[in-house]
């Protein structure tokens, strides 16, 4: 659970500590004017804030009801903005920053691209089985057949092929993902304010991770934010990612077809697992 795959420069090791790490990205700033600062309602819910809130809900419910609102939509997209810790071999933590956006259509219909703040990216395709992964700039592009449901295919890449398929737990996992018998704690914080949505805070323990998740409240119980920690890594590095930018359909060319770029040299992709 909450995996990715390992990233390395030739000056510093960008990778987790962990084989692989779990969600994506964290917005590059665009061109050297600084941001205005953001306005009160961007942040403070309007009104009251210190009246009674009345009986808060239970984690396992907000966990529940998240899921099963994801299950109820054949279609979602999403953008994510994250930064991640690597340990050094001298045991400094560097920070690393990408944005992510994804498109999905279940069962079978998958495209996200990545965007790291070295201005490398990966886009990959996922179309009925046939998985097909691009990197720039390097030119280079792969594919491999796997099995044709997201689920299952998702399973294959990041097991067999330890590719980074982000949000893996999100397109493949169910309950057993949040609530299973491997869960040592799970509890509800409190309520905050994220992304512009009043949230319920949850905190998660397993075995090796320390997870906290942000649901939004009311009729879409979309996670807005997520923040890991990985404990019996070196240096127990820690992920963070605010989702935006929801929807629950897609727009017309959010599932875009692979062509090989001018120049493109394809790779083989082979399995590392048995």
Not at 67 to 73: D, I, K, P, S, T
Not at 77 to 89: D, M
Not at 158 to 179: A, K, M, Q
Request: hydrophobic share 40%.
């Amino acid at each position: 659970m909450f995996n990715g795959s390992a990233r390395r420069s030739q000056r510093v090791d960008r990778s987790p500590r962990s084989a692989r790490h779990f969600w994506v990205a964290l917005a590059l700033l665009a061109g050297c004017q600084a941001a205005p600062p953001p306005e009160e309602e961007d942040f403070w819910r309007p009104g009251d804030l210190t009246g009674d809130v009345g009986e808060l809900p239970d984690a396992r419910d907000v966990i529940t009801r998240m899921v099963e609102f994801r299950r109820g939509h054949e279609q979602l997209a999403f953008e994510v903005v994250a930064s991640y810790e690597a340990v050094q071999e001298s045991g400094q933590k560097l920070h690393f920053d990408m944005l992510q956006r994804m498109a999905v259509r279940w069962p079978d219909r998958l495209f996200w691209v990545t965007l790291y703040d070295d201005a490398t990216t990966d886009s990959a395709w996922f179309d009925r089985g046939d998985f097909t992964l691009l990197k720039q700039p390097a030119n280079v592009w792969g594919s491999v057949h796997v099995p044709p449901t997201i689920a299952e295919g998702v399973d294959r890449l990041v097991n067999e092929y330890d590719l980074d398929v982000p949000f893996s737990d999100i397109l493949s996992g169910g309950l057993g993902v949040w609530l299973g018998e491997d869960v040592l704690a799970l509890e509800y914080v409190g309520e905050a304010w994220v992304e512009g949505f009043w949230t319920d805070h949850l905190a998660l323990r397993k075995p090796g991770v320390d997870v906290e998740i942000w649901v939004r409240q009311g009729d879409e119980p979309l996670p807005m934010r997520i923040h890991i920690i990985y404990t019996e890594e070196d240096g127990a590095p820690a992920y963070s990612a605010r989702f935006r930018k929801w929807a629950t359909s897609l727009p017309e060319g959010a599932l875009p077809e692979f062509s090989p770029p001018p120049g493109a040299e394809r790779v083989e992709l082979v399995p590392v697992r048995d």
